[in-house]
Structures are given as structure tokens and as C-alpha cells.
């Protein structure tokens, strides 16, 4: 088996081929523009035979066109985290930081780690997740313009004290522009503008929203079955997942996530601690359904009842409940990515 590690950039990939001995063959450096150029690497890579496969620092922002002309050449194709690829670079014999370098520890990598997830082409998910994320960004700017009109509001009336969240209904921003209306002062023209582009991105958030949800309905159908999962969590979900099959069990999936505690050896004795590491936006989901469910499901509520009795505290309860959600999340994201194979060679029959 040769392992071809790939450096990827925004103008050039460079590709060093190790052997199973990790021992370097060759190295090459193609230009990043093109699909043609991309496909240089897959004939360079010939020589080496066919049993290769690529793999590839996990950076898809700019790595993503290069997979999708790998794979659509039929290489296999692994991607390697950024933090595995560090320990190889630092382990290795050559200083510096180079692009050579840090493909040979990409190649490295992945010849030490069997599990790696494996690149596919992009799905719907992709599509969802740069709606979820356009629509993040947009809640996220409409925050601050909502902060910034308050201070405006306030600045004009210590009195007037709107609740934030109430600035995103059309109503309030109603009465602000109304109550605006008259007022000649430059900090009440400047209000004014901002309650237009909280308007603005208010209704664009909104038809997002509805998008998301036409999107999720078609698409995870098993995991909005689950209590505590509206359209939303299920789309932030699906998009940070993307393929949930690349995770080869759950307890890898529950890893990924941050929901697997850290096993610590002290004194012949076997304890866990919290992991801060992981996917933190699917930490962030699974906690909102943990959350919820500790508020309308009778099996979540029985079973912190049950943890607390064991001598847990509230929040290690909790903490529990997130593993076991990761789980169930895990099987409901196979049945609907099963679902959706299914769908899909009925439409091409």
C-alpha cells in the first residue's frame, strides 16, 4: 500500500508518496486551478500501482474541488485532522515547514491511523449546511444591529428599553419606527436605518428558515421523530455531520462530538472526566435536545432520576443523557442517510 499525503493550498497541492514503511518515494507539485491540473497528481500517483490511496489535510475550504476530482477519478481518499498531522511533523526527523513536509506528515498520518474518515462527494448536505450557515450569519449580524439600535434608543429616551429579543418580531419594529417618525435628531436617522436592516434581515432569515425546513422534512425524517429535535437542530446536525456512515461505530460518532468522556488511569483506578474536545456545534445540538427532552420526556426525566440516584450530580446526569442522545442521533442519522440511497435509485430507475 502506497500512501500519497496531499498539502493542499489555495494556488498549488503539493503530494509526497510514502511507502508502508513510511519511507518517501517521490514528491510532486501541481498548480490548484483546474480539474486537469488536479489530475495530474492521479497520473503521477500510476506509478505507483493500484494499491494507493490519498489522503488529505481535513481543510474542505481548500481541498474541496481537488477531492471532487479525485474521487471522481475513483481514488480512495482519506482526510487527516489537523492535530494528527502536527504530532507527525513533530515527530519526524526534518525541521521547518515546508509544503514537502507537511504532505510527508500528512502521508505519515495517515499510514498510522486505519480509521480516518473517508472523503465522499459532496450531497445535499452541502447545500444545507451553506444555508444553515448563511442563515447564521445573518441572525448573527442582526444581533449586533439590534444592539447598536438599542444604545440609539436609549440614547434618545434613557426610558425606552425594548428587550432584545423583541426587535426581531415586525410588530415591535413597528412601534419603533413609528415612535421614530418626527424625531429630526441624527441619532434618530441613524435608528431608523437600523430598525430597516433589522427588518431586512429579519424577512431573509425568516425564508431561510422556511427553506431549512422544506429541506430537513425530505431529508431527516427518522431524526425529527426524535423528541427535542426541531427543524433547525435537525439541519445543524445534518450539515456538521454531512455523511454520518464516514464514523465507523458510534462511540466514534460520540467522540467526534464531544459526548465520549475521556477514560483517566490514577492509582490502578479507571475514572472518566468531561471532553472539551470535538465538534462543538454538535456538542452545542445534542445539549438543546438534552435539554429539552429534561423538560417533556418522561424517559429522559426517569433516567436523570436515576443517575442523581446513583450519586451523580445534576449536571453529570446530564452530561450521561448527552451520551446516550449521541448514540440515538447516530442510528436515526443512518436510517435517514439509508432513506435517502433508497429514494435515490428509485429516481434513477
Given at each position: 500500500?502506497?500512501?500519497?499525503?496531499?498539502?493542499?493550498?489555495?494556488?498549488?497541492?503539493?503530494?509526497?508518496?510514502?511507502?508502508?514503511?513510511?519511507?518517501?518515494?517521490?514528491?510532486?507539485?501541481?498548480?490548484?486551478?483546474?480539474?486537469?491540473?488536479?489530475?495530474?497528481?492521479?497520473r503521477?500517483a500510476?506509478?505507483?500501482?493500484?494499491?494507493?490511496?490519498?489522503?488529505?489535510?481535513?481543510?474542505?475550504?481548500?481541498?474541496r474541488?481537488?477531492?471532487?476530482?479525485?474521487l471522481?477519478?475513483?481514488?480512495?481518499?482519506?482526510?487527516?485532522?489537523?492535530?494528527?498531522?502536527?504530532?507527525?511533523?513533530?515527530?519526524?526527523?526534518?525541521?521547518?515547514?515546508?509544503?514537502?513536509?507537511?504532505?510527508?506528515?500528512?502521508?505519515?498520518?495517515?499510514?498510522?491511523?486505519?480509521?480516518?474518515p473517508?472523503?465522499r462527494l459532496?450531497?445535499?448536505?452541502?447545500?444545507?449546511r451553506?444555508?444553515?450557515?448563511?442563515?447564521?450569519?445573518?441572525?448573527?449580524?442582526?444581533t449586533?444591529?439590534?444592539?447598536?439600535?438599542?444604545?440609539?434608543?436609549?440614547?434618545?429616551?434613557p426610558?425606552?428599553?425594548?428587550?432584545?429579543?423583541?426587535?426581531?418580531?415586525?410588530?415591535?419594529?413597528?412601534?419603533?419606527?413609528a415612535?421614530?417618525?418626527g424625531?429630526?435628531t441624527?441619532?434618530?436617522?441613524?435608528?431608523?436605518?437600523?430598525?430597516?436592516?433589522?427588518?431586512?434581515?429579519?424577512?431573509?432569515?425568516?425564508?431561510?428558515?422556511?427553506?431549512?425546513?422544506?429541506?430537513?422534512?425530505?431529508?431527516?425524517?427518522?431524526?425529527?421523530?426524535?423528541?427535542?429535535?426541531?427543524?433547525?437542530?435537525?439541519?445543524?446536525?445534518?450539515?456538521?455531520?454531512?455523511?454520518?456512515?464516514?464514523?465507523?461505530?458510534?462511540?466514534?460518532?460520540?467522540?467526534?462530538?464531544?459526548?465520549?468522556?475521556?477514560?483517566?488511569?490514577?492509582?490502578?483506578?479507571?475514572?472518566?472526566?468531561l471532553?472539551?474536545?470535538?465538534?462543538?456545534?454538535?456538542?452545542?445540538?445534542?445539549?438543546?435536545?438534552?435539554?429539552?427532552?429534561?423538560?417533556?420526556?418522561?424517559?429522559?426525566?426517569?433516567?436523570l432520576e436515576?443517575?442523581?440516584?446513583?450519586?451523580?450530580?445534576?449536571?453529570?446526569?446530564?452530561?450521561?443523557?448527552?451520551?446516550?442522545?449521541?448514540?440515538?442521533?447516530?442510528?436515526?442519522?443512518?436510517?435517514?442517510?439509508?432513506?435517502?440511497?433508497?429514494?435515490?435509485?428509485?429516481?434513477?430507475?
Amino acid at each position: 500500500m502506497v500512501v500519497l499525503g496531499i498539502d493542499a493550498h489555495k494556488r498549488t497541492h503539493t503530494v509526497v508518496a510514502i511507502d508502508e514503511a513510511g519511507r518517501e518515494l517521490g514528491t510532486m507539485t501541481t498548480r490548484a486551478t483546474t480539474t486537469e491540473a488536479n489530475l495530474e497528481l492521479v497520473r503521477w500517483a500510476d506509478q505507483f500501482g493500484p494499491d494507493r490511496r490519498f489522503a488529505v489535510e481535513d481543510c474542505r475550504h481548500l481541498s474541496r474541488k481537488l477531492e471532487g476530482d479525485l474521487l471522481g477519478a475513483g481514488e480512495m481518499l482519506v482526510r487527516v485532522p489537523p492535530k494528527l498531522m502536527a504530532h507527525a511533523r513533530d515527530a519526524a526527523r526534518t525541521y521547518g515547514k515546508s509544503d514537502p513536509i507537511d504532505a510527508l506528515a500528512v502521508a505519515r498520518a495517515a499510514l498510522r491511523e486505519p480509521n480516518l474518515p473517508v472523503a465522499r462527494l459532496d450531497g445535499p448536505s452541502r447545500d444545507l449546511r451553506l444555508l444553515v450557515d448563511h442563515r447564521e450569519d445573518l441572525v448573527k449580524d442582526r444581533t449586533g444591529q439590534i444592539n447598536r439600535l438599542r444604545w440609539h434608543l436609549h440614547e434618545l429616551d434613557p426610558a425606552w428599553d425594548p428587550a432584545p429579543r423583541v426587535l426581531v418580531r415586525f410588530k415591535h419594529l413597528n412601534e419603533v419606527a413609528a415612535r421614530l417618525e418626527g424625531l429630526e435628531t441624527m441619532v434618530a436617522r441613524i435608528a431608523r436605518d437600523l430598525v430597516a436592516r433589522v427588518r431586512e434581515l429579519t424577512e431573509t432569515a425568516n425564508a431561510l428558515e422556511r427553506e431549512i425546513v422544506q429541506a430537513v422534512a425530505k431529508l431527516a425524517r427518522s431524526l425529527l421523530g426524535l423528541a427535542g429535535v426541531g427543524a433547525l437542530t435537525a439541519a445543524k446536525l445534518l450539515a456538521e455531520v454531512a455523511d454520518v456512515r464516514r464514523f465507523h461505530s458510534k462511540d466514534a460518532f460520540a467522540r467526534h462530538n464531544g459526548t465520549a468522556p475521556l477514560p483517566v488511569w490514577s492509582a490502578n483506578k479507571v475514572r472518566h472526566r468531561l471532553s472539551r474536545t470535538g465538534n462543538r456545534q454538535l456538542n452545542a445540538a445534542i445539549h438543546r435536545i438534552a435539554v429539552t427532552q429534561m423538560r417533556i420526556h418522561d424517559e429522559a426525566k426517569a433516567y436523570l432520576e436515576r443517575r442523581i440516584a446513583m450519586g451523580n450530580t445534576k449536571t453529570e446526569a446530564i452530561r450521561a443523557l448527552k451520551r446516550k442522545l449521541s448514540d440515538v442521533v447516530y442510528r436515526r442519522l443512518l436510517t435517514d442517510a439509508e432513506a435517502a440511497d433508497v429514494a435515490f435509485l428509485g429516481e434513477a430507475a
